[in-house]
Structures are given as C-alpha cells and as structure tokens.
C-alpha cells in the first residue's frame, strides 16, 4: 500500500502500511469527503507532492461533530480505570509503531528521522502523564456555613471538544490534546494542519486498534481553502463545548471572538516572541548549548524558540566565537533520512521567505553577518533549506523595536544577538512585547536568577535550560500568547467542568 499511496520514493520501508490512508476517521468509520475531492501534501525537503488525502467540508465537519456528540453520551460514563486501560494501550501501540510514525513525520515535515522520533516520544510522554492523571481526577468536600447542609463538588466532562492542531509537532501536539480530552471522558474531532494530515490519521489508526468506543476521536482532513469553513462549524456548532487550539496570534484571536458567541471553553497555545537573555556572569559554554538547543531545535520552528536574544556587551564577543564554533560542530545537514543529520529545511517556501525577510531587515540595519545566510539556488539542501545564521547587531546601531524581529517569531533558523548594558535595560526590552509565552535567561547568580525569573512577562521560564516543553509541566503562555495550560498536574481539569451540589440534612 505504501507503494501506491506515497507519490515519490523515499529512503524507508514501512514496517506496518495500513498506517497510511488518504481518508478522515468519523463515527469510527473512514470516509472519503462528500464531495470526492482530495489535495495534496508537499513533502517540504523537495516541494513534490508526497500524498494526497481527503478535502473534507464544513458538512462534513458537522457530521463529524455530530458523530462525537453521539458517542459523548454513552462515552462520558465510562469508569476512570475503563478509560485509563483504554489510554494505556493507544500508547502501547503507538509506542510499537514509533519508527513508522517518525517516517511519517518526516516525510510531510522535513523534520530529521532522529527528531521525528523525539517527537513521538514527546508525544508518548503525554498520554503516560494522563494516564496517572485519570483516577486522581476528583471533587472535593467544601465545609457548609449552614449546618444542615452538606457541599461536595464533582468534576464532569464537558462535551465534544474540537482540536485544532499545528504542523510543527504533528505527533505531540495530537497526543497533548486529544489524549487530555479523551483521559478526561470527552469525545473529539480534531482538525490536522493541512501540511501534516497523514500523522493525524495514522494515530486516529491506531486509536481504533486501542479498541475505543467508534466517535470518541474523529479527524477532520481539510486543505487550507477548506479549513475556513472547517473552522467555522467548529466555532460555531453548538455541540462543540471546547475548543483547544495551536497556531498563530492573529487565528487563535479570530477563533476566541467566534467560541465567545457560544461561550465555549477554549483553551489557546499561540504565537511567541521569546527573549534569551545572557549576563556577564554566565557560564557561557553552557549558555551556547542551551540557546542552540531553544533557537535551532527543529530548524527554529517552535512556538517557545528563542527569538531575541540579548547578550551583555562584556562577553558577547567571546559568546560570539564560541557559538559560531559549536553551531559547526552540533548541527548537521544533509539527507533527513540519515540517523546523522539533526538540522532539516523550513516546511514550506512561505517560512523560507518570511526568515530572508528578517534576515535582510537586520542587515540592512546595520547587523553582521557571522555565519549562515542565504543559499545560492544551486547549492544543495533543497528549496526549503536555510542553514544555521547568526547576526550581531553592533551597540547603537539601531533602536532594537524597529527590527523585524522584534515585533514577530522569526520561525525559522536565524537569530540575531543584540549587546545590553544593564539588566533593567534587558528586562525592558525582553517585556516590550504582547507575546508572553516563553522566555531564558542565564546567570550564575542566585539572586538575579529569581528576580529576572519573576520580571519576565511569560508563561515559562527556562533558568540555565534552553528546553523547558515536558508533559509534567503546565505549558502555556500569558498576555496575546493563549489561555489555559496543557500538561502539568491540572492538566485534565482543563477539560472537565465543576459541578457543586449541596446536601439538606
């Protein structure tokens, strides 16, 4: 089957092909869009179709929600260690077909096999964490003031929730979702990005192998004409009691405004500008690791990737060199198939455009090139490829807000060091921002650990770690970068709803 559905040849044999499948999964049944229609998939290290699969339709998007809806009420009564058995072997079978799922990952994203395979495990790592979850989500009993009466609370799921999910991180940000959801006893229909629809499916697969109820999970393939009116139903279909989203500031707004007209619960992971800030004191071996760990980590296309980062202007030199030196040595491109290679190209021609734009804003502001920078069009790595670049931004060169920068995420594998003085000088700047999701700093003082720590203006802080994303930690952002949290010990509350009732005696 591979052989007939994969449009190109690749490097990688599947170990199991019935993964792969062209159609959404509604109602527990696969089905092709009403109207015949399909689009396909680029796989981004050659812009060749890789695939196609279904188009499907705001009708069928309806129907979709309607088959959870059905299956939410026989699915909500489902005992806690029932649905934790249930969660245990989705997992257990993804985790056996984890090779075929990094293929996959690699093949719609360009992402290196070596990183698709952390992301399953990243992915993994969420359904255990809920797992543990499920038979500690509970009520509690609140003391009455009148003394006839008795006040417990109960945590009851809420409904079908929607899950609109990035092409990013195709595996995990599924499983942080939908298995949230699903440990919490509510159905879902889940809307994949357009670029990464077949890691979707090929989960949904296996869901339906874990032996689920049929409705409980249902993806919704859509191309990216289609996904307006996808969007649509899912804000405004009533049935829809939820809707968890991942994406870009300006769609997570517009998907807000819309929910708020049936008052749903959201919950929104969007846009960052994350600042990465180096004082004089750190220990600057380390600080390099971490900072190519958080800004070229999957080519610079996460949502918590460095994106501004301030280095003092003491040490930014000696950082500078060693920096240089060790992007040489950590990254390496080349075929993504290969085990070697760590650094792949962009998604699409839209990210590599996006990051020669800022690439030419700082240098026609002024900025150095250090290392890195444009591909002439016949060197190899393909058209989506940018290699590592690094800039330095000489001290008054210009004023810091007016770089593209630093008014939106880079995404892409460009980063830009800019000289400060002073940490309240830093602080300021890192604040100047409506984007609130991650931030870094180092230093070897304990003091200024905690004080700089609380003074950013985000959601997560890394303190000498440029890698803060882990299932136990509640992961989100505050101000323009979302509401609500995923992972982390409240993690299913986020997709319960509490009930009080209180007892006359």
């Not at 846009?271 to 999957?298: C, M, Q, Y």
Request: one cysteine or more.
């Amino acid at each position: 089957m591979a052989e007939n559905f994969i449009k190109k040849s690749i490097p990688y044999t599947f170990k199991d092909p019935s993964l792969l499948d062209h159609r959404s999964f509604i109602g527990g049944k696969w089905v092709e869009a009403s109207s015949g229609k399909t689009f396909p998939v680029y796989d981004p290290t050659d812009d060749q179709v890789a695939f196609s699969v279904a188009d499907l339709s705001r009708d069928d998007t309806r129907a979709a929600v309607e088959a959870a809806h059905a299956a939410f009420l026989t699915y909500r009564h489902t005992p806690p260690r029932t649905r934790r058995a249930l969660l245990n072997k989705w997992a257990s079978l993804i985790r056996a077909s984890t090779d075929d799922l990094a293929a996959i990952c690699t093949l719609e994203l360009g992402k290196p096999f070596t990183e698709s395979i952390v992301t399953v495990n990243y992915g993994l790592s969420f359904l255990d964490w809920f797992e543990g979850g499920i038979e500690r989500l509970g009520g509690e009993t609140i003391p009455a003031a009148r003394g006839d009466n008795r006040i417990v609370t109960i945590r009851q799921p809420q409904g079908v929730v929607a899950a609109i999910t990035p092409w990013n991180s195709p595996i995990a940000m599924i499983t942080r979702k939908v298995g949230a959801a699903i440990a919490a006893g509510n159905t879902v229909v889940c809307k994949p990005a357009p670029e990464t629809p077949l890691c979707a499916i090929a989960l949904a697969k296996l869901f339906e192998r874990a032996g689920y109820p049929p409705g409980v999970f249902n993806v919704v393939t859509g191309s990216a004409e289609s996904t307006p009116g996808i969007g649509a139903e899912l804000c405004e279909n009533r049935l829809v009691r939820h809707l968890s989203f991942t994406g870009s500031t300006p769609i997570g707004k517009f998907l807000n405004t819309e929910c708020a007209k049936t008052m749903k619960r959201i919950s929104m992971e969007l846009g960052g500008n994350a600042p990465f800030l180096i004082f004089e004191d750190a220990d600057i071996p380390k600080a390099v690791e971490g900072l190519i760990t958080s800004k070229w980590r999957s080519s610079g296309q996460t949502c918590v990737c460095a994106n501004r980062i301030l280095v003092h202007e003491s040490i930014i030199d000696q950082f500078k060199s060693q920096l240089q030196k060790r992007l040489g040595e950590v990254l390496v491109p080349g075929s993504v198939w290969d085990r070697k290679t760590n650094f792949g190209p962009l998604y699409s021609g839209k990210a590599v455009e996006k990051v020669k734009r800022h690439l030419e804003d700082a240098t026609s502001n002024g900025a150095e090139l250090i290392t890195g920078g444009l591909p002439a069009p016949d060197e190899e790595g393909g058209p989506n490829f940018i290699p590592p670049t690094l800039l330095v931004q000489p001290p008054g060169s210009v004023e810091w807000d007016a770089l593209a920068f630093s008014k939106e995420e880079t995404f892409g594998p460009l980063a830009t060091l800019l000289p400060f003085k002073d940490e309240k000088e830093a602080i300021e700047y890192a604040n100047r921002t409506e984007a609130g999701l991650a931030a870094y700093l180092y230093t070897n003082d304990i003091g200024r650990m905690w004080r700089v720590a609380e003074a950013l203006e985000a959601g997560m802080v890394g303190v000498r770690v440029g890698l803060v994303s882990a299932c136990e930690m509640p992961f989100g952002g505050i101000k323009e970068s979302g509401i609500g949290r995923e992972g982390g010990g409240h993690c299913l509350e986020e997709y319960t709803e509490v009930k009080a009732i209180t007892f006359g005696l």
